[in-house]
């Protein structure tokens, strides 16, 4: 479907924005820009104002020359989104829709009259396995969260069109867009998406998910466990990790038992549609309807799953007052960035403060020993943060192998801030033994946004494949018509 929409990722460190069009099997993105999440509007999921947090979307918007309103947005948080992947005895539609109700208020720890849910049988290109079990995508979200997700966006000034989950958005910006490659039947990818309060584990099997896990760390662990070790404040500590920081493959064979966890011995969840259509489930201020899951397949490889919202409340038109320019931040993990030139740095990333009452803070260049020496206490500071990612993302594969026979994994894709940490991706390949890199979803479309130069680009890329998934769900794939449900 031709054109353009804007991704809106809202992270508890950071928002993401990126507005993208499409038509004729290609995919351009046109404007994209990120800003700090302001921790009095927003802290790890829960939404304490809405407006404030809808006006700081406004004017990144502004900021970063969005001109579109028509918006898909992620329902991101741990505490009030769950996203499943369940096995289902082979029943038919009706008897699904009741299996799933029993299904839900099983695995998911909210009242059954407080929730929003959608759900979408997985067809695997293997079918069903001759009357084996089937696998049910399954996400449910609190309606509180998702009434006060919908009052940011009206704040914003923005259209809700769709409200997708996490993981099927970033499955769709680095497995469902750029060129097809051949790959064998069965082929399987890991996408870890390091933010700074929770990691999402997504297990993609023939681009289709398999099992969606959120872990509760990240990387503000990592930064608080250097200011508790080293003595100093946030805003510090974070330009540590940035500058300092790297998985030392010495020095975690220093505190390496042996075993298969690494260094473990150191001591220290689109599915909702704003459409017009008065037939959809659900409504921003309803319950949701029996009516049963959309028919046919999933209209990209990630899958899709949309609400349909009838009649939502119009937007807000209020202006809000133009914000002063932010001081570039650096994103960098101990490499170089390259600096926008000077007549773009008014869109360049802002810099991170704890509080007013924190400053921010040069750290020296010392010495080469010296240097050498703190790098050893940020990694000594950040090891066991180190170690439990890669216990979590450990148990995640084998939890998926155990359920599918064994079957190998292929790659592992690392996505998100905490992916910049320098050599994790080295380090994960080498204790997990599958192949690792660091995503770039930015590599396969047309950038002709001006705000930054190709090789900054390329640098934070790796925080945009959520807000990138968020902007193409109807830009590839299937048409709507194919993820129409069944009357």
Same mark, same amino acid.
């Given at each position: 479907?031709?054109?353009?929409?804007?991704?809106? &990722?809202?992270?508890?460190?950071?928002?993401?924005?990126?507005?993208?069009?499409?038509?004729?099997? =290609?995919?351009?993105?046109?404007?994209?820009?990120?800003?700090?999440?302001?921790?009095?509007?927003?802290?790890?999921?829960?939404?304490?104002?809405?407006?404030?947090?809808?006006?700081?979307?406004?004017?990144?918007?502004?900021?970063?020359?969005?001109?579109?309103?028509?918006?898909?947005?992620?329902?991101?948080?741990?505490?009030?989104?769950?996203?499943?992947?369940? &096995?289902?005895?082979?029943?038919?539609?009706?008897?699904?829709?009741?299996?799933?109700?029993?299904?839900?208020?099983?695995?998911?720890?909210?009242?059954?009259?407080?929730?929003?849910?959608?759900?979408?049988?997985?067809?695997?290109?293997?079918?069903?396995?001759?009357?084996?079990?089937?696998?049910?995508?399954?996400?449910?979200?609190?309606?509180?969260?998702?009434?006060?997700?919908?009052?940011?966006?009206?704040?914003?000034?923005?259209?809700?069109?769709?409200? &997708?989950?996490?993981?099927?958005?970033?499955?769709?910006?680095?497995?469902?867009?750029?060129?097809?490659?051949?790959?064998?039947?069965?082929?399987?990818?890991?996408?870890?998406?390091?933010?700074?309060?929770?990691?999402?584990?997504?297990?993609?099997? *023939?681009?289709?998910?398999?099992?969606?896990?959120?872990?509760?760390?990240?990387?503000?662990?990592?930064?608080?466990?250097?200011?508790?070790?080293?003595?100093?404040?946030?805003?510090?500590?974070?330009?540590?990790?940035?500058?300092?920081?790297?998985?030392?493959?010495?020095?975690?064979?220093?505190?390496?038992?042996? *075993?298969?966890?690494? @260094?473990?011995? @150191?001591?220290?969840?689109?599915?909702?549609?704003?459409? +017009?259509?008065?037939?959809?489930?659900?409504?921003?201020?309803?319950?949701?309807?029996?009516?049963?899951?959309?028919?046919?397949? !999933?209209?990209?490889?990630?899958?899709?799953?949309?609400?349909?919202? +009838?009649?939502?409340?119009?937007?807000? +038109?209020?202006?809000?007052?133009?914000?002063?320019?932010?001081?570039?931040?650096? @994103?960098?993990?101990?490499?170089?960035?390259?600096?926008?030139?000077? *007549?773009?740095?008014?869109?360049?990333?802002?810099?991170?403060?704890?509080?007013?009452?924190?400053?921010?803070?040069?750290?020296?260049?010392?010495?080469?020993?010296?240097?050498?020496?703190?790098?050893?206490?940020?990694?000594?500071?950040?090891?066991?943060?180190?170690?439990?990612?890669?216990?979590?993302? =450990?148990?995640?594969?084998?939890?998926?192998?155990?359920?599918?026979?064994?079957?190998?994994?292929?790659?592992?894709?690392?996505?998100?801030?905490?992916?910049?940490?320098?050599?994790? *991706?080295?380090?994960?390949?080498?204790?997990?033994?599958?192949?690792?890199?660091?995503?770039?979803?930015?590599?396969?479309?047309?950038?002709?946004?001006?705000?930054?130069?190709?090789?900054?680009? !390329?640098?934070?890329?790796?925080?945009?494949?959520?807000?990138?998934?968020?902007?193409?769900?109807?830009?590839?794939?299937?048409?709507?018509?194919?993820?129409?449900?069944?009357?």
């Amino acid at each position: 479907m031709a054109g353009s929409y804007v991704g809106l &990722d809202i992270g508890s460190n950071l928002i993401k924005v990126l507005e993208a069009r499409g038509g004729n099997g =290609r995919l351009e993105v046109t404007a994209l820009g990120v800003e700090n999440t302001p921790r009095e509007a927003f802290d790890n999921g829960v939404i304490l104002d809405a407006k404030l947090l809808g006006q700081t979307v406004k004017q990144l918007m502004k900021k970063a020359g969005i001109s579109s309103s028509q918006t898909v947005s992620a329902a991101a948080s741990t505490a009030s989104v769950v996203v499943r992947v369940v &096995d289902m005895p082979p029943v038919n539609d009706s008897e699904l829709a009741e299996q799933i109700r029993w299904e839900t208020e099983r695995q998911v720890p909210f009242p059954m009259s407080d929730v929003v849910m959608d759900y979408q049988k997985i067809e695997r290109p293997e079918g069903d396995g001759g009357g084996q079990n089937i696998e049910v995508l399954l996400a449910v979200a609190q309606q509180e969260f998702i009434d006060q997700h919908v009052e940011v966006l009206q704040a914003a000034g923005l259209k809700p069109k769709y409200i &997708d989950v996490v993981p099927l958005a970033a499955g769709r910006a680095l497995l469902d867009i750029g060129p097809e490659s051949s790959q064998p039947a069965g082929h399987t990818v890991v996408v870890v998406n390091i933010g700074a309060a929770s990691t999402e584990i997504g297990i993609f099997r *023939d681009k289709l998910i398999a099992y969606p896990r959120s872990v509760a760390m990240g990387g503000e662990n990592m930064t608080r466990a250097i200011a508790d070790a080293m003595q100093v404040d946030m805003e510090t500590a974070e330009k540590y990790k940035c500058d300092l920081g790297e998985v030392m493959f010495d020095q975690a064979a220093m505190h390496t038992s042996g *075993d298969q966890a690494g @260094f473990a011995d @150191f001591s220290s969840g689109g599915f909702m549609d704003f459409g +017009s259509s008065p037939s959809g489930p659900t409504s921003p201020s309803g319950s949701t309807s029996p009516s049963g899951p959309m028919s046919g397949p !999933m209209g990209t490889p990630s899958g899709r799953m949309p609400f349909d919202f +009838s009649n939502p409340t119009p937007p807000g +038109s209020a202006e809000t007052p133009e914000t002063p320019p932010a001081t570039p931040f650096d @994103f960098s993990a101990g490499g170089s960035q390259e600096t926008p030139p000077a *007549d773009t740095q008014e869109a360049a990333l802002p810099a991170h403060s704890e509080g007013a009452q924190n400053l921010p803070v040069h750290v020296p260049q010392p010495a080469d020993a010296q240097n050498e020496q703190l790098r050893v206490q940020v990694f000594n500071a950040i090891a066991p943060m180190v170690s439990e990612l890669l216990q979590e993302i =450990r148990r995640s594969v084998e939890y998926y192998r155990s359920r599918i026979g064994d079957a190998p994994v292929h790659e592992m894709l690392l996505i998100g801030g905490g992916s910049k940490l320098k050599r994790l *991706d080295e380090f994960i390949q080498a204790e997990m033994g599958i192949p690792t890199r660091i995503a770039n979803p930015l590599q396969n479309v047309q950038v002709s946004s001006k705000n930054y130069s190709h090789d900054y680009l !390329m640098e934070i890329a790796p925080l945009f494949p959520v807000s990138l998934g968020l902007a193409a769900y109807d830009l590839i794939g299937a048409p709507a018509a194919a993820r129409k449900r069944k009357k």
